[in-house]
């Protein structure tokens, strides 16, 4: 079984409710999506072929056993299921991060996923796999990257409308880098009492000046 890996790298976690930790990301290759603010262009193509004990055996070299698959949009490729699969067989936790444009319900449900619900600044909102809102796992998490009210509003109202009452699961609203000034969404926030988090790209306060690796 064989996938096409854009890097494997070794940083901190900066894009859930694990953000912080010690982590290795697998980032494969391809997307099927093409946000506005993408930061991972880089990832569309360019990849090289590796076999899952091939994959398993570099991240063993960084001695962590935290794993996020990523892209790219990881579950284009017919095998991530299956890579996994295998890194939670050796008692890793491993992280999903996908776009929500596809059923996550062929990922083993120990996988954490993250699924990130695209808001219409990303100019892809049409393509959700809204459905994937009914398919998660408690362990999951959602996040909606915001770049104006109009977003702000989407992922509200999509909030309201599945979690009426009380979300059981990690909901996080983060501002784009650049683009939505975090005080604002946060004043928003308050202001609706919403019960979610607001979530900033650690990785970027970290490192604004690294593309990638990080």
Request: glycine share 6%.
């Amino acid at each position: 079984m064989h996938l096409k890996v854009n890097e494997i790298f070794y940083s901190i976690q900066g894009e859930s409710i694990y953000a912080g930790l010690p982590c290795v990301f697998v980032r494969l290759t391809g997307c099927n999506l093409r946000c506005a603010y993408c930061d991972t262009r880089y990832a569309y193509d360019d990849g090289t072929i590796m076999n899952i004990k091939k994959i398993i055996k570099q991240i063993d070299g960084y001695q962590c056993r935290l794993v996020e698959i990523t892209g790219g949009e990881p579950l284009l490729q017919e095998h991530t299921p299956d890579l996994v699969s295998e890194l939670l067989n050796t008692g890793r936790t491993v992280l999903l991060e996908t776009n929500g444009s596809l059923d996550i319900s062929r990922v083993d449900p120990r996988c954490i996923k993250i699924i990130d619900i695209k808001c219409p600044g990303s100019g892809e909102s049409k393509k959700n796999d809204i459905s994937n809102l009914n398919r998660l796992c408690p362990t999951d998490q959602v996040k909606f990257v915001i770049t104006d009210r109009t977003d702000y509003d989407y992922a509200k109202n999509l909030f309201i409308s599945f979690w009426p009452v009380a979300s059981p699961i990690p909901i996080l609203f983060s501002p784009a880098h650049n683009l939505m000034d975090p005080a604002e969404l946060a004043g928003w926030i308050l202001k609706d009492h919403l019960n979610l988090r607001l979530h900033l790209q650690l990785h970027k306060i970290l490192w604004p000046k690294i593309e990638k690796g990080k």
